[in-house]
């Protein structure tokens, strides 16, 4: 696999390997799995893993690899599209150990990825990084293997990103669970979220043409390819297309109320019939 390789994973990765090292055993310092993905032209998308459980001494390390194939094996008849692209370890460097676990998901995928997660938040974060094992050595003589970081992202789908936004409320509400909003009040705070970025972005635009910033040309071209990026209309066709939205919204919320309204009533009747 080339230097060049990028890495994508997704949250509920990372929140799988998370939960994993929170039930760990005791006497466990690390908890190691397996990846789950796809390979297309040089991206690694990482949508799914799993714990394998282990242990590891001084000189040896024991894993239930049968354990492991069977939990793939499954996974497989929920997903065919999902295939081992590498594995995970909590910590924030690579062991001794590692090249002995690497070995094995060599045999099972071609240019295995190793993932690491920092679950010890050393430096104050959880730091992610990827590494490919690349071989090195001279020509008839000896040789060896080194495991070389390449580039790691977080990517989203877009129902993730909803998930993720509303995770992210429970470190400022101060609660551990958060209901999910109404459409309404959805809308309501995506469009405030909107307000403010427009402001922000008015607010660099006015600094830039006062001399108060120094301007930026990747940003210019960004704001240049947004706002052609905007079908141009009049402002009764605006308000036009954005009454006919709302009306379409109100008609699937009124929709959803009723059908919520009619399970209850069916429950309620179901009830009173096997009184």
Partial sequence: MALSTTVKVHPVVLFQIVDAYERRN??????????????????????????????????????????AMDLYDLNRRVNTQEAIVGWWATGNEVTSHSSVIHEYYARECNNPIHLTL????????????????VPFGVPGGKSGCMF????????????????????????????????????LAQVAEASQKLTALLD???????????GRTQPDNAVGRAL??????????????FENMFNSNIKDLLMVITLSQLVKTQLQLNEKLTLLTTL
């Avoid at 908890?31 to 390979?39: A, D, E, R």
């Avoid at 920092?118 to 094992?133: A, E, P």
């Avoid at 070389?148 to 909803?162: A, D, F, G, L, S």
């Avoid at 240049?224 to 066709?237: A, Q």
Wanted: charged share 25%.
């Fill in 26 to 67: 005791a006497d466990a310092h690390r908890v190691i799995g397996t990846l789950l993905g796809t390979v297309e032209k040089g991206v690694v998308e990482v949508t799914n893993c799993f714990c394998v459980p282990h242990k590891e001494y001084e000189d040896q390390v024991e894993a239930e690899l049968n354990y």
């Fill in 118 to 133: 920092d679950t010890t938040l050393h430096g104050t974060r959880m730091g992610i990084k990827s590494y490919v094992n």
């Fill in 148 to 183: 070389t970081p390449v580039n790691v992202e977080i990517t989203c789908y877009e129902p993730e990103v909803v998930g993720v936004q509303l995770c992210q409320k429970t470190m400022t509400m101060g609660k551990k669970t958060v209901e999910p909003m109404l459409d």
């Fill in 200 to 210: 922000n972005v008015l607010a660099y635009v006015e600094d830039v043409l006062a």
């Fill in 224 to 237: 240049l390819d947004m706002v052609n990026s905007v079908p141009k209309m009049t402002p009764e066709e």
